[in-house]
């Protein structure tokens, strides 16, 4: 009987994740088990989802480094929606290139998570029109860099904002001490005298 209600439920949460060609598409509210990554969560019945528009900086894998803000940018989405009842907003193809689902994020009281994390400088906005919140994605992102938020900062405690496509440096998980150099003196050292052979 279990069995049944989950399937029926899984079906019905599809059936409402099916885009129309004109707007976007909205889910039944749905569980958020577990946060990935600043732009990936696991949601029940659907699996992981990707939040659309947007790129988080990456958490490092493997003992590769993180990225700057990528743990900042996971603990805000998680503080968000961890454990809580979500619902998935599809624009466009609803799967990506990693079989994820590309969604907005709502949360129970209207706010569209992708959204915050833009506003708050977490992450940047990668879309391409006709993505419906694009407009809104952009005006978030203007705003974090106008108020040098998160990834835009220009403090010296902020790290700078990293290249499109982050990667980490050749050596980067090896911590070697700089070596010590000797001062350069600003004395020009006498020129040597040539050797004359007697004849």
């Not at 940018?73 to 929606?81: G, I």
């Not at 994605?137 to 106008?146: D, H, S």
Request: hydrophobic fraction near 35%.
């Amino acid at each position: 009987m279990q069995i049944l209600i989950t399937a029926a439920l899984s079906a019905a949460a599809i059936t409402a994740m099916s885009p129309s060609p004109q707007s976007t598409a909205r889910s039944e509210s749905v569980l958020v088990t577990s946060v990935i990554d600043g732009d990936t969560i696991t949601v029940q019945t659907f699996g992981r989802v990707r939040l659309l528009g947007l790129d988080a900086p990456k958490i490092g894998r493997g003992g590769a480094a993180s990225a700057p803000f990528a743990k900042e940018a996971r603990d805000r989405l998680t503080s968000l929606v961890l454990r809580r009842f979500v619902r998935l907003e599809t624009d466009g193809p609803t799967l990506d290139v990693r079989a994820r689902h590309g969604a907005y994020v709502m949360t129970e009281d209207g706010q569209c998570v992708n959204i915050v994390l833009v506003r708050d400088g977490l992450a940047r906005v990668s879309a391409r029109p006709p993505l419906a919140r694009l407009p809104e994605l952009t005006r978030a992102e203007a705003e974090a860099q106008a108020s040098h938020r998160g990834l835009w900062g220009t403090s010296g405690t902020s790290p700078r904002v990293p290249p499109t496509s982050y990667t980490r440096p050749a050596g980067a998980g090896r911590s070697k001490a700089p070596r010590a150099r000797a001062p350069r003196s600003s004395k020009k050292k006498p020129a040597a005298k040539k050797k004359t052979q007697p004849t």
